[in-house]
Protein backbone atom coordinates (compact mmCIF):
# COMPACT_ATOMS: atom_id res chain seq x y z
CA UNK A 1 0.00 0.00 0.00
CA UNK A 2 1.17 3.82 -0.82
CA UNK A 3 -0.11 6.85 0.64
CA UNK A 4 0.42 10.06 -1.13
CA UNK A 5 0.63 13.24 0.45
CA UNK A 6 0.09 16.94 -0.22
CA UNK A 7 2.76 18.98 1.60
CA UNK A 8 1.23 22.61 2.45
CA UNK A 9 -2.07 22.40 4.42
CA UNK A 10 -1.84 18.65 4.46
CA UNK A 11 1.94 17.63 6.19
CA UNK A 12 2.58 20.85 7.37
CA UNK A 13 0.17 23.24 8.68
CA UNK A 14 1.03 26.45 6.87
CA UNK A 15 1.52 27.98 3.27
CA UNK A 16 5.60 28.95 3.42
CA UNK A 17 5.54 31.83 0.89
CA UNK A 18 3.29 33.76 2.64
CA UNK A 19 5.21 33.57 5.54
CA UNK A 20 8.31 34.58 4.13
CA UNK A 21 5.98 36.92 2.72
CA UNK A 22 5.47 38.73 6.64
CA UNK A 23 9.30 39.56 6.60
CA UNK A 24 8.77 42.12 3.74
CA UNK A 25 5.55 43.40 5.89
CA UNK A 26 1.60 43.05 5.78
CA UNK A 27 1.42 44.20 1.74
CA UNK A 28 3.56 41.96 0.52
CA UNK A 29 1.80 39.22 2.66
CA UNK A 30 -1.33 39.96 1.17
CA UNK A 31 0.05 39.77 -1.97
CA UNK A 32 1.37 36.29 -2.45
CA UNK A 33 -1.29 34.73 -0.08
CA UNK A 34 -4.05 36.60 -3.12
CA UNK A 35 -2.21 34.80 -5.92
CA UNK A 36 -1.87 31.61 -3.27
CA UNK A 37 -5.35 31.59 -3.17
CA UNK A 38 -6.44 31.50 -6.33
CA UNK A 39 -3.74 28.90 -6.93
CA UNK A 40 -5.01 26.24 -4.62
CA UNK A 41 -8.34 27.47 -6.21
CA UNK A 42 -7.18 26.86 -9.61
CA UNK A 43 -8.01 30.15 -11.06
CA UNK A 44 -4.23 31.36 -12.32
CA UNK A 45 -2.14 28.94 -14.15
CA UNK A 46 -0.05 27.34 -11.16
CA UNK A 47 3.49 27.59 -12.46
CA UNK A 48 3.10 31.05 -13.49
CA UNK A 49 1.68 31.87 -10.03
CA UNK A 50 4.54 30.33 -8.38
CA UNK A 51 7.58 31.85 -10.43
CA UNK A 52 5.71 35.29 -9.77
CA UNK A 53 5.43 34.77 -6.64
CA UNK A 54 9.25 33.63 -5.93
CA UNK A 55 10.38 36.80 -7.30
CA UNK A 56 8.27 39.34 -6.10
CA UNK A 57 10.11 38.39 -2.46
CA UNK A 58 13.57 38.17 -4.46
CA UNK A 59 16.54 39.21 -1.20
CA UNK A 60 15.13 37.64 1.29
CA UNK A 61 18.29 36.16 2.86
CA UNK A 62 19.05 32.07 3.32
CA UNK A 63 19.27 32.37 7.07
CA UNK A 64 15.72 33.67 7.55
CA UNK A 65 13.82 31.88 4.72
CA UNK A 66 15.60 28.50 6.22
CA UNK A 67 14.72 29.58 9.85
CA UNK A 68 10.96 29.68 9.01
CA UNK A 69 11.43 27.07 7.16
CA UNK A 70 12.31 24.70 9.90
CA UNK A 71 9.75 26.32 11.86
CA UNK A 72 6.28 25.29 10.14
CA UNK A 73 4.06 23.28 12.37
CA UNK A 74 3.48 19.71 11.29
CA UNK A 75 -0.28 19.25 10.84
CA UNK A 76 -1.85 18.17 13.99
CA UNK A 77 -2.46 14.09 13.67
CA UNK A 78 0.51 13.82 10.89
CA UNK A 79 3.02 11.98 13.07
CA UNK A 80 0.38 9.57 14.50
CA UNK A 81 -0.87 8.44 11.12
CA UNK A 82 2.81 8.61 9.49
CA UNK A 83 3.73 6.37 12.71
CA UNK A 84 0.85 4.06 12.14
CA UNK A 85 1.39 3.82 8.31
CA UNK A 86 4.55 2.96 8.59
CA UNK A 87 4.17 -0.31 11.26
CA UNK A 88 1.44 -1.21 9.17
CA UNK A 89 4.28 -1.52 6.35
CA UNK A 90 2.73 0.97 4.05
CA UNK A 91 5.16 3.64 1.74
CA UNK A 92 4.76 6.85 2.13
CA UNK A 93 5.22 9.80 -0.62
CA UNK A 94 5.11 13.69 -0.18
CA UNK A 95 4.66 15.42 -3.34
CA UNK A 96 4.69 19.44 -3.00
CA UNK A 97 4.65 22.80 -5.49
CA UNK A 98 7.00 23.70 -2.24
CA UNK A 99 10.53 23.65 -1.93
CA UNK A 100 12.97 21.65 -0.75
CA UNK A 101 13.81 23.44 2.31
CA UNK A 102 10.59 22.67 3.83
CA UNK A 103 10.55 19.54 2.65
CA UNK A 104 13.49 18.34 3.63
CA UNK A 105 12.35 17.56 7.50
CA UNK A 106 9.64 15.03 6.68
CA UNK A 107 11.94 12.25 5.90
CA UNK A 108 12.98 12.31 9.60
CA UNK A 109 10.12 13.91 11.28
CA UNK A 110 7.27 11.73 9.43
CA UNK A 111 9.39 8.89 7.94
CA UNK A 112 8.64 9.64 4.30
CA UNK A 113 10.12 7.17 1.98
CA UNK A 114 10.35 9.50 -0.63
CA UNK A 115 10.35 13.58 -0.89
CA UNK A 116 9.26 15.66 -4.66
CA UNK A 117 9.51 19.45 -4.47
CA UNK A 118 11.43 22.32 -6.09
CA UNK A 119 14.44 24.00 -5.51
CA UNK A 120 14.27 27.68 -4.70
CA UNK A 121 17.84 29.25 -5.63
CA UNK A 122 19.62 32.02 -3.45
CA UNK A 123 22.70 34.07 -5.02
CA UNK A 124 25.04 35.82 -2.57
CA UNK A 125 22.52 34.11 0.54
CA UNK A 126 19.63 35.78 -1.13
CA UNK A 127 16.53 34.68 -2.63
CA UNK A 128 17.02 34.53 -6.48
CA UNK A 129 14.70 32.09 -8.52
CA UNK A 130 12.78 28.80 -8.54
CA UNK A 131 13.73 25.73 -10.38
CA UNK A 132 10.74 23.53 -10.84
CA UNK A 133 10.94 20.18 -10.87
CA UNK A 134 7.24 19.44 -9.94
CA UNK A 135 4.36 21.35 -11.82
CA UNK A 136 0.74 21.52 -11.54
CA UNK A 137 0.61 17.64 -12.67
CA UNK A 138 2.20 16.40 -9.24
CA UNK A 139 1.15 12.84 -10.85
CA UNK A 140 4.03 13.09 -13.37
CA UNK A 141 6.73 13.69 -11.02
CA UNK A 142 5.97 10.51 -8.85
CA UNK A 143 4.85 8.00 -11.69
CA UNK A 144 8.25 6.21 -12.24
CA UNK A 145 8.76 5.60 -8.68
CA UNK A 146 5.18 4.46 -8.50
CA UNK A 147 6.05 1.75 -11.48
CA UNK A 148 9.45 1.33 -10.01
CA UNK A 149 7.49 0.03 -6.69
CA UNK A 150 5.15 -1.96 -8.42
CA UNK A 151 2.50 -0.54 -6.99
CA UNK A 152 -0.97 -1.23 -8.52
CA UNK A 153 -3.63 1.85 -8.88
CA UNK A 154 -6.26 0.09 -6.10
CA UNK A 155 -3.10 0.51 -3.43
CA UNK A 156 -3.02 3.92 -3.90
CA UNK A 157 -4.48 6.55 -1.66
CA UNK A 158 -4.01 10.22 -2.31
CA UNK A 159 -4.69 13.27 0.35
CA UNK A 160 -4.81 16.69 -1.14
CA UNK A 161 -6.41 20.02 0.00
CA UNK A 162 -5.99 22.07 -3.19
CA UNK A 163 -7.44 22.07 -7.07
CA UNK A 164 -3.46 21.93 -7.93
CA UNK A 165 -3.44 18.49 -6.92
CA UNK A 166 -6.11 17.07 -8.67
CA UNK A 167 -3.87 14.92 -11.34
CA UNK A 168 -2.53 12.89 -8.38
CA UNK A 169 -6.38 11.54 -8.37
CA UNK A 170 -5.73 9.63 -11.88
CA UNK A 171 -3.14 7.23 -10.28
CA UNK A 172 -5.69 6.37 -7.03
CA UNK A 173 -8.16 3.74 -5.93
CA UNK A 174 -8.95 6.05 -3.01
CA UNK A 175 -9.06 10.03 -2.45
CA UNK A 176 -9.45 12.03 0.27
CA UNK A 177 -9.68 15.38 0.30
CA UNK A 178 -8.20 17.29 3.74
CA UNK A 179 -9.80 20.75 4.61
CA UNK A 180 -9.97 21.02 0.58
CA UNK A 181 -10.96 23.62 -1.67
CA UNK A 182 -15.01 23.00 -2.95
CA UNK A 183 -13.32 20.81 -6.32
CA UNK A 184 -11.75 18.74 -4.58
CA UNK A 185 -14.66 18.01 -2.58
CA UNK A 186 -16.71 17.31 -5.37
CA UNK A 187 -14.03 14.74 -6.92
CA UNK A 188 -12.73 13.13 -4.43
CA UNK A 189 -13.83 9.95 -2.32
CA UNK A 190 -14.22 10.84 1.23
CA UNK A 191 -13.29 14.66 3.04
CA UNK A 192 -11.92 15.01 6.54
CA UNK A 193 -13.11 18.53 7.50
CA UNK A 194 -10.61 18.93 10.71
CA UNK A 195 -7.70 19.71 10.81
CA UNK A 196 -6.51 16.87 11.99
CA UNK A 197 -4.41 14.23 10.17
CA UNK A 198 -5.06 10.94 12.46
CA UNK A 199 -8.85 11.33 10.80
CA UNK A 200 -7.43 9.01 8.03
CA UNK A 201 -6.68 6.30 9.91
CA UNK A 202 -10.68 5.66 10.43
CA UNK A 203 -10.97 6.37 6.97
CA UNK A 204 -8.72 3.78 5.77
CA UNK A 205 -10.03 1.10 8.20
CA UNK A 206 -13.60 1.80 7.00
CA UNK A 207 -12.50 2.20 2.93
CA UNK A 208 -9.97 -1.40 3.38
CA UNK A 209 -11.03 -3.44 6.37
CA UNK A 210 -8.66 -3.69 10.07
CA UNK A 211 -6.60 -5.91 8.42
CA UNK A 212 -4.57 -2.89 6.26
CA UNK A 213 -3.48 -1.39 9.35
CA UNK A 214 -3.46 -4.14 12.16
CA UNK A 215 0.51 -3.88 12.10
CA UNK A 216 -0.43 -1.01 14.00
CA UNK A 217 -2.68 -1.93 16.63
Known amino acids: MLAVFDVEGVLLDAEYLPVLASVMGPEKEKEIWDITKAGIRG ?12 HALRGIRYEKAKELAENLPIMPGAKELCAALKKAGWKMIAVSGGFTIITDRLKADLGIDKIFS ?19 DKAAAIRQTVKDWGIKKEDIVVVVDGANDLKLFDIAGYTVGFCP ?17 SLLLHLLEKKFGKAVLAASS
Request: charged share 45%.
Open 43 to 54: EINWEQGLVKRV
Open 118 to 136: NELVFKDGKLEDVVLKVTS
Open 181 to 197: VEIVKEKADDTIERRDL
